[in-house]
């Protein structure tokens, strides 16, 4: 087998697609999140905490000079993106627990008892009496 139909038996596979989909939502959902913690959550916390703009939160090292760029550690933009992980693991959490429970809804449902046809029926009678003679 050729290296690229191997490749392709592969990457159709249906656990392969639905990865591909899961990691292409992923990526919007992050950026999603992103923007409602950038515009929305940090913000007001910035006000509380007295007209702070995380963005701007950095521990200057080193002070350009003409050869040389700063070197900065922007300690706000970690803070925003701790709090982006937090609110996507929690919304993850939460998806995994639904889905859980919906699953464990499903598996105690009891299985349907199949109603027995009439003309089954009689045919197992007829069967029963053929063999008791």
């Known amino acids: 087998m050729s290296v690229l139909s191997e490749?392709?038996?592969?990457?159709?596979?249906?656990?392969?697609?639905?990865?591909?989909v899961g990691i292409i939502i992923g990526a919007a959902f992050g950026k999603i999140v992103s923007s409602?913690?950038?515009?929305?959550?940090?913000?007001?916390?910035g006000v509380?905490?007295?007209?702070v703009n995380f963005r701007d939160l950095a521990l200057v090292i080193q002070q350009a000079t003409e050869s040389q760029a700063e070197?900065?550690?922007?300690?706000?933009?970690?803070?925003?993106?701790v709090i982006d992980?937090?609110?996507?693991?929690?919304?993850?959490?939460?998806?995994v627990k639904a889905m859980n429970s919906m699953?464990?809804?499903?598996?105690?449902?009891?299985?349907?008892v199949a109603e027995?046809?009439?003309?089954?029926?009689?045919?197992?009678?007829i069967r029963d009496l053929l063999k008791k003679s």
């Open 7 to 20: 490749f392709k038996s592969f990457a159709m596979r249906g656990n392969v697609v639905d990865m591909a």
């Open 36 to 45: 409602f913690v950038n515009d929305v959550i940090m913000p007001p916390i």
């Open 48 to 51: 509380l905490l007295g007209g």
């Open 71 to 81: 070197v900065v550690i922007k300690y706000g933009m970690f803070v925003q993106t």
């Open 85 to 95: 992980f937090i609110i996507i693991a929690f919304a993850v959490f939460v998806g």
């Open 103 to 112: 699953k464990a809804k499903e598996e105690a449902k009891p299985a349907a």
């Open 116 to 125: 027995v046809p009439e003309d089954t029926k009689l045919l197992a009678e």
